[in-house]
C-alpha cells in the first residue's frame, strides 16, 4: 500500500536558518504530492502541492519538488522565522483511486528559536 | 466563507459509551473525509462520504461508522469506546482535489 516516511524531529532552528524536511514515498499509483502544516492547537492548513513529476510547489516562502527518481518531495524554506514554528507532515495522495483520501507521514515538529 | 466546521471541540466519553461527531463542509464542497490523529503521529484515514454513500475505508474497525446528510454535513459515530480511541478527529472536505481540514475534536475516553 501507500506509504509515507518524513524524517523525525524535533528539529530545532535559528531565525534566518535554512529549513529542509525530507519526505520520500511509496506510491502504487501515481500520486499528488502535499505538504500540510499545524500550528499548536489547530487543525491542517495546506501548505503546498505538486501533482505530477518535477513540479515545484510553493508558498510563504516554502518550496517543494516531485522526484519521481527518488519518489521524494523534500520542503525547503532558505530564512525561516519564529511563526514557522509547528509540525509539518508529507501527505500523498492517489489519484488513480476512487477518491482522494490522503497518506500522511509522521510528523516532523520543527521550532524556531529567536 | 466558513470553512469547515466540526463539534463539539473537546469531548470526554467513558470506555464502552458511543460518540457521534458532527462535521459541515466548506461551501460548494460534496467529499467529507475523517482522520484519526493520535497524539505525536501523522492522521490515519478512517472514511470518506460522497453523494451520500461511504467510498473509500481505511482500516478501522466496524465500530466506526459514518453518515453524510443531503447538505454534505457528515456524522462519525464511534461504538463501544476504546482508551486507545483518545485522539484527535479531524474532518476534511473537498470538491475536486485539495482536502480543507477542520480544526478537529479531541476526544478523551477514559
Known amino acids: 500500500g501507500d506509504s509515507v516516511t518524513q524524517m523525525e524531529g524535533p528539529v530545532t532552528l535559528s531565525e534566518e536558518a535554512f529549513l529542509t524536511i525530507n519526505c520520500t514515498y511509496t506510491a502504487t499509483g501515481y500520486p499528488s504530492l502535499f505538504w500540510y502544516v499545524q500550528y499548536p492547537g489547530e487543525g491542517l492548513q495546506l501548505l503546498l502541492k505538486a501533482t505530477k513529476a518535477d513540479d515545484k510547489g510553493s508558498n510563504k516562502g516554502f518550496e517543494a519538488t516531485y522526484r519521481k527518481e527518488t519518489t521524494s518531495f523534500h520542503l525547503e524554506k532558505g530564512s525561516v522565522q519564529v511563526s514557522d514554528s509547528a509540525v509539518y507532515f508529507c501527505?500523498?495522495?492517489?489519484?488513480?483511486?476512487?477518491?482522494?483520501?490522503?497518506?500522511f507521514g509522521g510528523g516532523t515538529r520543527v521550532l524556531v528559536k529567536p | 466563507d466558513a470553512g469547515v466546521t466540526q463539534s463539539p471541540t473537546h469531548l470526554i466519553k467513558t470506555r464502552g459509551q458511543q460518540v457521534t461527531l458532527r462535521c459541515s463542509p466548506k461551501?460548494?464542497?460534496?467529499?467529507v473525509s475523517w482522520y484519526q490523529q493520535a497524539l505525536g503521529q501523522g492522521p490515519q484515514f478512517i472514511f470518506q462520504?460522497?453523494?451520500?454513500?461511504?467510498?473509500q475505508r481505511g482500516n478501522f474497525p466496524d465500530r466506526f461508522s459514518g453518515h453524510q446528510f443531503p447538505n454534505y454535513s457528515s456524522e462519525l459515530n464511534v461504538n463501544a469506546l476504546l482508551l486507545g480511541d483518545s485522539a484527535l478527529y479531524l474532518c476534511?472536505?473537498?470538491?475536486?482535489?485539495?482536502?480543507?481540514f477542520g480544526p478537529g475534536t479531541r476526544l478523551t475516553v477514559t
Open positions: 462520504y460522497y453523494e451520500e454513500e461511504e467510498r
Open positions: 501527505a500523498l495522495s492517489d489519484r488513480g483511486a476512487a477518491g482522494n483520501k490522503l497518506t
Open positions: 476534511a472536505s473537498s470538491l475536486i482535489s485539495e482536502q480543507y
Open positions: 461551501s460548494g464542497h460534496d467529499t
